[in-house]
């Protein structure tokens, strides 16, 4: 498998701030992430996926102004969420892809974002 | 484009009991894999069972197998003696192979719930 941290598990902020969420890969270098965002008793929609050391390719919908990816190591993303707004709140997902003979995604634990 | 279908959107089932999840898919792609993923209440997205399209041979995990029928485009999940921890969401999930990093297509998820 493959060990996924996220930081901060939860986190409460007020309209028009910015928030940062971290993805660690902790036991292997992982050039490609994935971000996921999931709705309340809805399944995981990709927002992005995040490349090591170039720009993040977005699904289609997702403003990228809003929604920065960073993934700056192979062991490190980072999502920020730009002048957040209470539409934002949600449940944030990230994956990390095993090549090899997994080929499997592996996920992070989540954030869950709440804007006031 | 690719499309996983989950039509149970609920399921009970007794604790020791057996019980299945189906799962369709399309696409037309030749070369792909499949998986079940597991959401429990804590929303950890936990990988139970993989399966590469060119196997013809089910997956097994312990107490979860897996019923692969490429021709039809069906890929059920099979939990034998069901414990309570299984309790949770059940996400089909459909992956190209590429050989390279590839989006998950998630079905709508299956919850399940066991009992005593």
């Known amino acids: 498998g493959a060990v996924v941290s996220q930081h901060p598990s939860r986190v409460i902020c007020k309209s028009g701030t910015s928030v940062k969420i971290e993805c660690r890969s902790l036991?292997?270098?992982?050039?490609?992430m994935f971000w996921y965002r999931q709705f309340p008793k809805q399944s995981l929609m990709l927002m992005a996926t995040s490349n090591e050391g170039s720009k993040a390719t977005y699904e289609q919908g997702v403003e990228k102004d809003k929604f920065l990816i960073n993934h700056a190591s192979l062991t490190l993303s980072t999502l920020t969420v730009t002048s957040a707004h209470p539409e934002d709140s949600s449940f944030y997902i990230c994956?990390?892809?095993?090549?090899?003979?997994?080929?499997?995604?592996?996920f992070g634990p989540g954030t869950r974002l709440t804007v006031l | 484009a690719q499309t996983v279908t989950q039509s149970q959107p609920e399921m009970s089932v007794q604790e020791a009991e057996t019980v299945t999840l189906s799962c369709t898919y399309d696409?037309?792609?030749?070369?792909?894999?499949l998986f079940w993923y597991k959401q429990p209440p804590s929303r950890q997205m936990i990988l139970v069972i993989r399966?590469?399209?060119?196997?013809?041979q089910n997956a097994t995990e312990n107490r979860f197998s897996v019923n692969f029928q490429k021709a039809a485009k069906s890929f059920s999940l099979k939990i034998s003696d069901s414990q309570l921890g299984d309790t949770a969401m059940y996400f089909c999930a459909f992956m190209r192979a590429t050989g390279t990093a590839s989006k998950l297509t998630f079905g709508t998820g299956t919850r399940l719930q066991v009992t005593l």
């Open positions: 696409t037309s792609e030749n070369n792909y894999y």
């Open positions: 036991d292997f270098q992982a050039t490609t």
């Open positions: 994956s990390v892809w095993r090549a090899g003979h997994t080929d499997t995604q592996y």
């Open positions: 399966q590469e399209a060119y196997k013809q």
